[in-house]
């Protein structure tokens, strides 16, 4: 899955903002080689040349470099993040229908489809969980508002589908399925969870799941700016 990255007024001026620094940058480094003269005029008119002087203009340069960081930052963040979908609104991320299978106690069969931030179907498997309610369960990371700004927005990924027991001896006790979405939780997700360095770009990263009995209906998950939910489809 890739991140839609929303392109806006605030985007183009970051990307002039590059293109600028970097030509400043370019203008500081020829400046090395041309140098100047100054020019001196006797009493008859006639001129005389000083000898050249050359150097890097360092402000200029100092400011193209700048630039040219912040442009570097603001892309390898947008790579990090690749592998999270946009929440700019409710999402419709997955349909579960999930029925107790017959003469099987405490198994479930589980049909999980997936759809993508355009509301395109991803996959459509069955799956057969332990257990008495099914759990879609995903990684969310939400990014403060200046963040917004350069076009990148609160993103989820889901990660897991598992099965739990209504009674909590079995929970404790009766095996468990765990089935492994999208790849399950990633390296990224873990740095920004753990490293206290993130916490300037990133308010919040956390797990979330949405938990329904396996009661053979059909559920709609979405996902939205607080979370996953499921409601009757």
Do not use: C
């Amino acid at each position: 899955m890739n991140t839609p990255i929303q392109i806006g007024l605030a985007q183009v001026i970051i990307l002039l903002a590059a293109i600028l620094g970097l030509g400043l940058l370019i203008s500081s480094l020829m400046s090395m080689g041309r140098g100047q003269r100054s020019v001196f005029v006797d009493e008859d008119g006639r001129r005389y040349y000083s000898r050249r002087h050359s150097g890097f203009k360092w402000m200029r340069g100092i400011g193209g470099i700048l630039l040219v960081l912040v442009a570097v930052v603001i892309l390898w963040v947008a790579s990090l993040v690749q592998t999270y979908l946009n929440l700019t609104s409710d999402i419709k991320v997955a349909q579960v229908h999930a029925s107790p299978v017959h003469n099987q106690q405490h198994l479930m069969s589980v049909e999980l489809t997936l759809y993508d931030e355009s509301g395109k179907q991803t996959s459509d498997q069955t799956y057969f969980v332990t257990g008495d309610r099914w759990m879609l369960q995903g990684d969310i990371i939400k990014f403060p508002n200046w963040v917004n700004l350069l076009g990148l927005h609160s993103g989820y990924k889901l990660t897991r589908l598992e099965g739990q027991y209504d009674d909590p001896n079995d929970e404790d006790n009766l095996k468990h399925t765990v089935v492994t979405l999208n790849g399950g939780e990633d390296g990224f997700f873990k740095t920004v969870y753990k490293q206290a360095w993130s916490s300037p770009f990133v308010e919040a990263a956390y797990g979330n799941a949405v938990i329904v009995p396996a009661d053979g209906h059909n559920y709609t998950v979405l996902v939205s700016q607080t979370g996953l939910y499921a409601k009757p489809a």
